[in-house]
């Protein structure tokens, strides 16, 4: 992906925040997200749609979607354009756009890192997040993770952080 490859690409955490109203939208959960070279995959559970007579209709499957780079960029314009527009913008625990403020705050935390291959699942509201980075000591994979209990306080903290520096505001390890 090229946000650390010195392009004017927006960071991790606008990218997540779109592609977090995108599976919001899709009405997704239990994602799992990869990084690939010119996108991502997204995938996750969502509801089978159908005709008024189908038996089908309502059952969970399994979607998945290549979001490729240009994808991502018109999803951020549409976020961004939107933000602040719906009482569903401003964080409060019954959030109808929970992927939405969920990752960004994992995207802000990856920011904070400046890492990359990155990869991450949720269920039931948690992520365990792999990213690979190197540092002037070692390079290689971490891991973090974070509950679905720390990931509504940080969503509900946002509002005092704006503006601060992305390891401040995501409170992450």
Not at 41 to 53: E, F, H, I, P, S
Not at 119 to 130: K, M, T
Request: aromatic share 10%; no cysteine.
């Amino acid at each position: 992906m090229r946000i650390y490859d010195g392009t004017p690409r927006q960071g991790w955490e606008d990218a997540l925040r779109a592609i977090g109203a995108y599976a919001d939208d899709q009405q997704l959960k239990e994602l799992l997200f990869l990084e690939l070279e010119g996108g991502f995959v997204l995938q996750g559970l969502g509801l089978q749609g159908g005709g008024a007579d189908s038996d089908s209709f309502g059952t969970t499957v399994k979607r998945t979607y290549e979001l490729t780079e240009d994808q991502v960029a018109e999803l951020t314009e549409t976020a961004n354009a939107k933000r602040g527009s719906s009482p569903s913008d401003r964080p409060n625990a019954d959030l109808t756009n929970y992927y939405e403020h969920a990752m960004r705050i994992i995207g802000a935390y990856i920011d904070s890192q400046k890492a990359h291959d990155v990869f991450f699942f949720e269920q039931d509201g948690s992520f365990v997040v792999r990213l690979f980075g190197s540092s002037a000591t070692r390079a290689g994979h971490q891991l973090a993770e974070f509950t679905k209990d720390e990931i509504l306080a940080m969503i509900d903290a946002a509002p005092a952080y704006r503006n601060q520096p992305a390891s401040e505001a995501t409170g992450a390890p």
